[in-house]
């Protein structure tokens, strides 16, 4: 417990310190971005990245998907085929809906996921348990 709670705190500090975040929509499915920071837990999540409730999530094997907080800068575009793709700051795709990736970052609740989005997590994307996860700028396919 102990260390979920200093988790927290160590990651409401350093998203905070890098200023504010939002929310990008593309045909009804939004993408959650986090306020930045330099440090990230170092968990992977890995699994297929999925659209949940109308927000982009990384179905992971077996359990529930989780609500994936994206950097700063990161959006969603169309695609080739008409697939919806996620894209970096430079804009250069990271993985389409369906794909699979590996996220460097690490899982939280939704209060923790609020702080870091300064609240802007949709309504309907609001679950609880560690069903969140705050992403990193690097992801491998």
Same mark, same amino acid.
């Not at 890995?46 to 659209?51: P, R, Y």
């Not at 705050?134 to 396919?141: C, F, K, L, N, R």
């Given at each position: /417990?102990?260390?979920? &709670? ?6 409401? &500090?350093?998203?905070?310190?890098? +200023? ?10 939004? =993408?959650?971005? !986090? +306020? ?16 949940? @409730? ?6 992971? $094997?077996?359990? @529930? %998907? ?6 700063? #800068?990161? $959006? =969603?575009?169309?695609? %080739? #085929? +008409? =697939? /919806?793709?996620? *894209? ?5 795709? &990271?993985?389409?809906?369906?794909? %699979?990736?590996? =996220?460097?970052?690490?899982? /939280? ?8 989005? @300064? !609240?802007? &997590?949709?309504?309907?994307?609001? *679950?609880? +348990? ?12």
């Amino acid at each position: /417990m102990r260390s979920r &709670v200093a988790l927290a705190l160590f990651l409401v &500090v350093t998203a905070c310190s890098a +200023g504010g975040s939002d929310t990008v929509s593309l045909d009804g499915v939004t =993408l959650i971005r !986090h +306020g930045g920071g330099d440090e990230y837990p170092s968990a992977l999540g890995i699994g297929v990245l999925a659209v949940t @409730d109308g927000c982009v999530s990384l179905d992971g $094997d077996g359990g @529930d %998907p989780a609500f994936v907080l994206w950097p700063p #800068g990161f $959006d =969603l575009q169309e695609g %080739p #085929g +008409g =697939l /919806m793709h996620v *894209v970096d700051g430079s804009g250069d795709p &990271v993985g389409a809906i369906g794909d %699979p990736v590996t =996220l460097g970052g690490g899982y /939280m609740e939704l209060e923790t996921a609020r702080s870091l989005t @300064d !609240h802007s &997590v949709p309504t309907l994307c609001r *679950v609880s +348990g560690e069903r969140y996860f705050i992403a990193g700028s690097v992801v491998e396919p």
